[in-house]
């Protein structure tokens, strides 16, 4: 055992580059050590940048590795950690399979296994030693079909049927998107799901003629398929026929209470449709809508499948009564110490509803397996514009699962106003989508709302949840991700829009990843405007976070600011920055991601590259400057914070005639000594002032005071106090002032 043990550690001494084209995500469980004597594709051994791939049987990608040309090659395969309940990598005894990719061909081949050491299973042993060979490098293309639905089907609204597709040469990981208009657009249905050929789903109330499903293989975009003909969702009646809300009391028959009461005593899926004139005492001919006031705690909803649809109001009126938002507004301000809705049951949906003013969270999902909030206002007045919070917006709680948060057709749910936090997903709750919301921000992006704490906070276990196509502005903090791993944050809007041109931070970090979260996954979120960092990682157990493709930009403080976490993972250094390439050192091995940005942050991903075995790295392209940063990703995917950044020379457009909006950039250099250089924008002409001050809060110096015409300025700070001596080396900062606009930045004075 010492003998293979030692052989072991000479063969993980070999260079080892980060696979392009394989993804897997090393946790925090045991692994397991594989030996490549040799790989080949049709009898010819593999070039330099193929890759090898190790697989689970469910397709499930647990390593990879790519091919130097040197031999024996180690792979390491990562086992299922024991924190969280999902299969995230091997099990014990599992058979193992392999793929091979064949760069030069674009195509992913399955690999035939002689074993010299091992059996084929993981964890036979001390470890496996291996030859592999496939055949095909240059046969048929790899391919994803949709076999159902695939035209002609009619799925009824809250059912669950089973989307199914195959697939040949493809990564473990596929994206599954949905349109309702026949192809024209698609909505994500699903960021990120195994590659097993299935999905239950629960059909959405998007009732339409022409649906199509399509599937996508996630490593690479351009292998994809589409139903082939339209298929329908229907509102047939559900089994155990409509309930119908009357009025809006609280007990009589006709009444929101009575329908959940008749709802939960009734065997199978049910519809709660509201058909409440207006000559309900309820009705307020002001604002168009019905306000329903419960005087004690509604009924937990334990009745599977039921739908809550606040659209049917709309119909059984015949009009948009409430062009704002929804026409029903469940209010709790009777209620007394009471949630909203607390839903007990699964697959419950809840439609076009506005639920404001509980002590508790305003819908809050207790271990359920299915569930969906779509086209609610939550925490806001029925207009969407005003605060009218809950104690907190929307909860899933106890272990729920597969719960839907998302946008319905053109009307999304505003989720701001709440006194805690927005969204909750908390104790385990895991494998949940949150797509396409507003969350401290009003209705029409017109102005800040907020929650009183996070705008999402996912914590205690609550892992591989999927958070999508969000704006989230005006909370304490936008996102805060706590003891909890693998889950996915995916183009978010967090402070900002995406062109920097709209200012809605978060009073705090855009987001933050603390307390042990773990291999998390932060990837095309446009992040500006915050109060403190961009993104925030804090504690030596929290580790793997990747961030990437991530745009950054106008936060106050860093762009990334990591304390101890993602195991203290250096940034680069960037030597050079010309026009068309950028080069430095980053730690060996790891993927360097190159920005530009107006000062030290990344507000324009430009590309990437990976660093060699000594860290040399190099980059080609257009190099739109003003300044250049990178962060370096190892193989255990910890990101690092940005670099340094370094002049390029290279102006960007934005910066050309007079600017859209006022803007404060980072000084350069930082550090300095004994001179740097702060730049800043003016829309407008008007008074500004720019002043330096120190740790405590002293006024230092002041650089400027009085009017400015519009455009793009610089002034220079050498370093001295308003008297004209030096000022001692440590941390200064310096804060701009014109109108309402302010904006406060750090800078460095080294001796």
């Not at 061909?105 to 399955?110: G, N, R, T």
């Not at 960021?191 to 690479?220: E, H, K, M």
């Not at 900062?733 to 080294?750: D, H, N, P, S, T």
Request: glycine share 14%; net charge negative; proline share 4%.
């Amino acid at each position: 055992m010492k003998t293979a043990a030692l052989f072991l550690l000479a063969v993980t001494a070999t260079a080892f580059s980060q696979p392009q084209h394989f993804s897997f995500t090393s946790n925090t469980g045991e692994s397991y050590s594989l030996v490549i004597d040799n790989a080949a594709v049709d009898g010819s051994a593999l070039a330099s940048g193929d890759e090898i791939g190790v697989f689970t049987p469910a397709g499930l990608c647990v390593g990879a590795s790519v091919w130097s040309g040197s031999t024996p090659l180690a792979l390491t395969a990562w086992k299922d950690d024991s924190q969280t309940g999902a299969v995230d990598g091997y099990v014990d005894g599992e058979t193992m399979s392999f793929k091979i990719w064949d760069a030069s061909a674009s195509a992913e081949l399955d690999a035939t296994a002689t074993y010299s050491q091992g059996s084929g299973s993981f964890g036979d042993g001390a470890y496996s030693r291996l030859t592999l060979a496939a055949t095909g490098g240059g046969g048929p293309a790899a391919s994803i079909t949709v076999t159902s639905p695939n035209g002609g089907e009619n799925w009824r609204v809250g059912s669950e049927q089973t989307i199914q597709w195959s697939s040949e040469g493809t990564g473990g990981t596929v994206q599954i998107q949905f349109s309702r208009d026949g192809g024209s657009s698609y909505s994500k249905l699903h960021i990120f799901t195994v590659n097993d050929g299935s999905l239950l789903w629960t059909v959405p109330n998007t009732p339409s003629t022409a649906c199509r499903i399509r599937i996508i293989d996630y490593s690479d975009s351009t292998i994809s398929d589409v139903s082939d003909a339209d298929f329908t969702i229907s509102t047939e009646p559900a089994a155990g026929g409509g309930i119908v809300v009357t009025n809006s009391g609280d007990g009589d028959t006709g009444s929101l209470r009575a329908a959940i009461e008749q709802a939960n005593s009734s065997a199978g899926a049910d519809t709660i449709n509201f058909n409440i004139p207006r000559s309900d005492s309820g009705y307020d001919t002001d604002t168009g809508v019905w306000f329903v006031r419960p005087r004690t705690p509604l009924p937990a909803i334990h009745d599977d499948d039921l739908i809550i649809d606040g659209f049917s109001q709309r119909n059984f009126i015949g009009e948009d009564s409430n062009p704002h938002g929804p026409e029903i507004v469940l209010i709790g301000e009777e209620a007394g110490e009471a949630d909203g809705l607390s839903i007990t049951g699964s697959g419950i949906e809840i439609l076009h509803l506005t639920v404001n003013h509980f002590s508790g969270p305003g819908i809050i999902f207790e271990g359920v397996d299915g569930g969906r909030v779509a086209g609610c206002y939550v925490g806001v007045d029925f207009s969407g514009n005003g605060p009218a919070g809950n104690n907190a917006g929307i909860m899933l709680y106890g272990g729920s699962r597969r719960v839907t948060v998302e946008s319905l057709d053109d009307t999304v749910n505003v989720i701001s106003g709440n006194k805690g936090p927005g969204i909750a997903l908390l104790n385990g709750s895991s494998g949940n989508f949150v797509s396409g919301n507003l969350i401290g921000v009003n209705a029409t992006l017109s102005h800040l709302v907020g929650n009183g704490d996070q705008g999402i906070i996912v914590a205690d276990l609550s892992d591989s949840n999927e958070i999508a196509d969000n704006v989230i502005g005006g909370n304490r903090v936008g996102i805060t991700i706590v003891n909890s791993r693998a889950n996915t944050l995916d183009n978010n809007r967090i402070g900002t829009d995406y062109d920097f041109e709209i200012e809605m931070g978060n009073t705090g970090d855009g987001v933050e990843v603390v307390g042990g979260a773990s291999s998390n996954n932060l990837i095309d979120n446009t992040i500006g405007f915050n109060g403190l960092s961009g993104i925030f990682l804090e504690g030596g157990e929290t580790r793997y976070n990747r961030m990437s493709r991530n745009r950054i930009s106008r936060n106050t403080f860093l762009g990334i600011a990591i304390e101890g976490a993602n195991e203290n993972i250096n940034p680069p250094e960037i030597s050079q920055a010309s026009e068309s390439s950028v080069a430095g050192v980053a730690p060996p091995n790891s993927i360097v991601e190159i920005f530009a940005d107006p000062g030290e942050e990344g507000a324009e991903y430009l590309g990437q590259t990976t660093a060699d075995g000594s860290g040399s790295f190099s980059w080609e392209g257009e190099v739109t400057g003003p300044y250049i940063t990178a962060t370096a990703t190892d193989e255990n995917n910890n990101t690092s914070m940005f670099s340094m950044p370094i002049e390029t020379g290279v102006e960007n457009s934005a910066r050309e005639g007079v600017p859209k909006t006022y803007a404060l950039d980072q000084n350069y250099p930082n550090p300095f000594n004994p001179t740097t250089s702060i730049r800043f924008a003016t829309p407008k002409q008007g008074h500004v002032e720019l002043e330096v001050f120190n740790l405590v809060g002293e006024k230092v110096c002041i650089l400027i005071d009085g009017e400015v015409n519009a455009g793009h300025h610089e002034v220079n700070w050498d370093g001295r106090n308003g008297k004209g001596l030096p000022m001692p080396a440590g941390l200064y900062f310096y804060r701009i002032r014109a109108g309402e606009y302010q904006r406060l930045k750090k800078c460095l004075l080294v001796k």
